[in-house]
């Protein structure tokens, strides 16, 4: 059964004592962010906070922090489940005869529940009152972040030529009780649409959902192509329709069973400087001018809980959210490059400074085919290493690894280096939105590739003897 809102998720959790709640005052201001980091490096457990100093609110962070409870958001023993589920409907062969077709009818019947159903009430709209963020337990997160800020926003807006939603999860500094910051970076789908409301000289509408089913809250964060609606992908994962609900000051749809809403909009013609923050790589990213979105109107729950998270150097939750992405959306890499066997994206990287793939090489220079084609798609186009090793190696024991590419590689003949778009949180580059990669062919060389040597086989013992000394472990006292 689909969780009905993130308190039925909080339920959940506290029933299978995954939750710590702590009845104590605590400061938004920077206490809870030492708290919540110790549990995280710790691999701990979601923390609901009952007594937030200067808020009438609980506030609940750490609700996706490890992999079983990433796993118990969406509903799976394992994310890798969702991933067979994309590649089966995706699979041709499975509709290639009348038998198979049969077959399938009772899983495509699955996809008729995936479109979200419009209500007419909804309990996030409760109550309905003048906007006053101050009354929200939010966030003062690091030493040196230019303020408070909501780090779990659902920001939905609506494009002006195809009425198309789109959802997206951008940090809202706080201004003052009214008016926040608009964190959407260049290449995000919400600053496309912001883009085509200036050139219509149009006020933009903006709503944004705080607390959801942890579906809907992971569709924000999920790469989708711009065609498929996040809804409808939420809907997909928790195998029901999101129920969404008119907003009461604009025509923008939104989770019916949402903890808040923050109804606005934002002036196309006002620029504001946002940050500095600390951010998800594990540094401060710099204040630069961003959007200003203004609330009109906050609707609510009668009994909400307030959701955040916070970021930094990892392990941190927002890794789990990434780690999902990784093994959901590879079918569809797969789909595009079949050679793709596995791919990890290490929590060190920060999920677009490295990606590890194993392929199954079938030609000379493969490896760099596969670089140049994971350059080539969506948001892979910020992935500043891509270390490509053999089928045989294990994408996720970065030990095996790091043993392939520190003795696999001939410098001038092994390392690409490419120039093109970059993260704009990267700081390392001389230049904002676009600097250099590296791509790594760590695999075996061939003869047709240059390498004239002979390739020396991995040292490894014979089944025969792993066999016989498996029978005979109890007899060696060891």
């Known amino acids: 059964m689909a969780y009905k809102d993130l308190q039925d998720f909080i339920d959940v959790l506290r029933k299978k004592e995954l939750l710590q709640e702590i009845e104590v005052e605590v400061d938004s201001n920077l206490e809870i962010t030492e708290i919540a980091d110790r549990v995280s490096k710790k691999f701990g457990k979601a923390l609901l906070f009952k007594n937030v100093k200067n808020s009438s609110y609980p506030l609940l962070i750490n609700s996706l922090g490890t992999y079983e409870r990433m796993n118990l958001a969406l509903e799976v023993e394992n994310l890798d489940q969702i991933a067979e589920e994309i590649l089966d409907f995706m699979d041709i062969a499975n509709y290639a005869t009348l038998m198979n077709k049969i077959k399938s009818v009772p899983k495509l019947a699955r996809l008729a529940r995936v479109f979200p159903k419009k209500v007419k009430k909804a309990v ?189 150097k990892p392990p941190m939750e927002d890794c789990y959210l990434g780690k999902a992405t990784e093994r959901i959306f590879l079918p569809l890499l797969k789909i595009q490059c079949p050679e793709i066997v596995d791919m990890n994206f290490p929590l060190e990287g920060v999920f677009h400074n490295c990606v590890i793939v194993s392929i199954k090489k079938a030609y000379p220079k493969h490896a760099h085919k596969v670089m140049n084609a994971l350059w080539g798609m969506g948001q892979m186009m910020y992935t500043k290493m891509i270390i490509v090793v053999d089928e045989k190696v294990n994408p996720h024991d970065l030990s095996t690894v790091a043993w392939k590419v520190f003795n696999n590689i001939d410098a001038k003949r092994d390392l690409v280096i490419s120039e093109g778009p970059l993260d704009a949180l990267d700081h390392a580059s001389n230049t904002a939105f676009y600097g250099h990669r590296l791509g790594i062919d760590a695999t075996k060389k061939w003869e047709s590739e240059g390498h004239t040597r002979p390739w020396p086989d991995d040292i490894e013992m014979t089944e025969e003897i792993k066999r016989l000394v498996d029978t005979r472990w109890n007899e060696y006292g060891i």
């Open 124 to 312: 996030c709209q409760e109550v309905i009152e003048e906007p006053d963020l101050d009354k929200l337990p939010i966030l003062k997160c690091w030493p040196k972040d230019g303020g408070r800020y909501i780090t779990l926003p659902l920001v939905i807006t609506k494009d002006p030529e195809t009425n198309q939603q789109n959802m997206g999860m951008y940090r809202l500094q706080v201004f003052d009780k009214k008016t926040t910051g608009m964190h959407w970076h260049l290449h995000k789908d919400g600053r496309e649409i912001y883009e085509k409301y200036k050139e219509m000289g149009r006020k933009m509408p903006v709503s944004v959902a705080l607390g959801c089913d942890p579906s809907i809250i992971y569709s924000a964060t999920a790469p989708l192509p711009k065609m498929i609606d996040e809804m409808i992908f939420a809907g997909f994962l928790r195998k029901s329709p999101v129920e969404l609900v008119k907003c009461v000051t604009n025509d923008i749809y939104v989770p019916a069973n949402a903890e808040f809403i923050l109804e606005g909009y934002v002036d196309l013609d006002e620029m504001k400087l946002e940050g500095p923050f600390g951010d998800h790589t594990g540094y401060y990213s710099l204040a630069d001018m961003y959007p200003v979105f203004h609330i009109e109107k906050i609707t609510r729950r009668k009994n909400p809980v307030y959701p955040t998270t916070i970021v930094g």
